[in-house]
């Protein structure tokens, strides 16, 4: 059974560091596009980071630039998302998704076009 497990959220005060882990189970990660995504209530579901599993191009949105930095590590099967000067906006549900296809370049490729989801995992940054 194919299926994303993400774990590594919690709580934490503005400025601080937090790195959420994403397993890949039922599949290997390789030659797919392996997405960070998060959800404030209320909010629409935004992409945060991308990695192209075959290729290790990354991208990022406008809003984590200079503080996030997704990575992998292909023993594990597992993608991890470091964030670090990490702000209350940053507050949401955690998710990671893949999508079947390499990652586009120089986009994230909206999050209805990704395939398996994992749980989620909480992030909460207070000021």
């Known amino acids: 059974q194919v299926q994303l497990v993400e774990s590594g959220g919690g709580s934490v005060q503005a400025g601080e560091s937090l790195r959420v882990s994403c397993v890949a189970y039922?599949?290997?990660?390789?030659?797919?596009?392996l997405g960070w995504f998060r959800q404030a209530p209320g909010k629409e579901r935004e992409g945060v980071a991308t990695i192209d599993t075959g290729g290790g191009r990354t991208g990022y949105a406008d809003s984590v630039k200079g503080r996030f930095t997704i990575s992998q590590d292909n023993a594990k099967n597992t993608v991890y998302l470091q964030m670090n000067s990490l702000k209350p906006e940053d507050t949401a549900m955690y998710y990671c998704?893949?999508?079947?296809?390499?990652?586009?370049?120089?986009?994230?490729?909206?999050?209805?076009?990704?395939?398996?989801w994992g749980q989620g995992t909480q992030v909460t940054v207070s000021s």
């Open positions: 998704a893949s999508n079947w296809a390499p990652c586009p370049r120089g986009t994230i490729r909206p999050w209805t076009e990704y395939n398996v």
């Open positions: 039922g599949y290997t990660l390789s030659s797919n596009c």
